[in-house]
């Protein structure tokens, strides 16, 4: 079938093992030195392991793939223990995936004699992280909330809106990075904004704070195909165009970690350096941090 799934860039994969704890499906191994995906069938292509890679080694392609097995997968994790089977069933309840996480609870009650954990233990992680959601908790433990559905209310966390129109403070076009041409004159020594593409809807004043002063390109790290291309242009825009500065705003869900990865990667391929800022966006549209790489 057609569907996505992970791709590991081998040039880039320095084997350092970062995402391999971070695949709660347990479809990542290092071998021979490099990160590898063992199997197809325990991939699920949500992409949690990307933004954990410091070289941008990992993205998300779409292609012809065995379909994602929840019964293989989470057979196999029965002897890996309690801590990584909770991890992954908190990771299909954060990306809101009820038809697999069905499917390995309907695993764990048919075959509890054989399971690390009590029944009662796998009911007190879902509902108390559904009551987390409901009451608008983060992530704590460093899991990927970024497919989750969460209706949330915004007063109170900026300043009010102002009584008049809000004019855009977008000064070129396009946005998308695969369609700038980072020759263009308007890119020439200007203050650069590399945001991510859900950055600009959670946050409420985005124009005002991030846009204005700069120009901007748009990506995502996880969905966007061709993400060497982004590199590329980068470079060229480090040392062709010679921006100024390079602010990269990303939200706080692991797949996003992957566009800052792009970027610290350009800055290490261009021969000019150039200072760059970090601004990571909640998904409840507050500012996490703002920090200098």
């Given at each position: ?160 809106a102002p009584a008049t129109e809000v004019p ?38 985005f124009h005002n704070d991030f846009i204005k ?23 060229k825009l480090i040392d062709e165009s010679r ?51």
């Open positions: 079938m057609i569907r996505e799934i992970i791709k590991i860039d081998e040039d880039l994969c320095n084997g350092c093992g970062n995402c391999v704890p971070n695949c709660h499906e347990g479809a990542l191994q290092i071998i021979d030195g490099k990160a590898r995906l063992i199997s197809e069938l325990m991939c699920d292509g949500l992409g949690a392991c990307i933004g954990h890679c410091p070289e941008g080694a990992i993205t998300i392609e779409k292609r012809e793939a065995d379909a994602y097995d929840e019964i293989a997968t989470i057979s196999q994790m029965v002897k890996q223990g309690k801590a990584t089977m909770f991890a992954h069933l908190k990771h299909l309840q954060d990306h809101n995936e009820t038809g697999y996480l069905q499917q390995a609870l309907g695993f764990i009650k048919a075959n509890r004699e054989a399971m690390p954990f009590e029944i009662s233990e796998v009911h007190e992680l879902l509902h108390g992280a559904k009551k987390e959601q409901a009451s608008g908790g983060g992530c704590a433990t460093g899991g990927c909330p970024g497919s989750a559905p969460l209706a949330f209310d915004a007063g109170g966390l900026k300043m009010a855009s403070e977008l000064t070129q076009w396009p946005v998308q990075m695969h369609l700038i041409n980072p020759a263009a004159s308007y890119f020439q020594g200007a203050d650069l904004l590399v945001a991510a593409d859900c950055a600009g809807f959670a946050y409420g004043n002063g700069r120009k901007m390109v748009i990506a995502c790290p996880k969905l966007d195909q061709g993400t060497d291309i982004y590199i590329q242009k980068l470079v921006v100024n500065t390079i602010t990269v705003v990303i939200m706080e869900v692991p797949c996003c970690g992957g566009l800052s990865q792009m970027v610290k990667m350009a800055t290490q391929m261009a021969s000019r350096k150039v200072p760059v800022k970090e601004v990571v966006i909640g998904i409840k549209g507050d500012v996490l941090s703002d920090e200098w790489m």
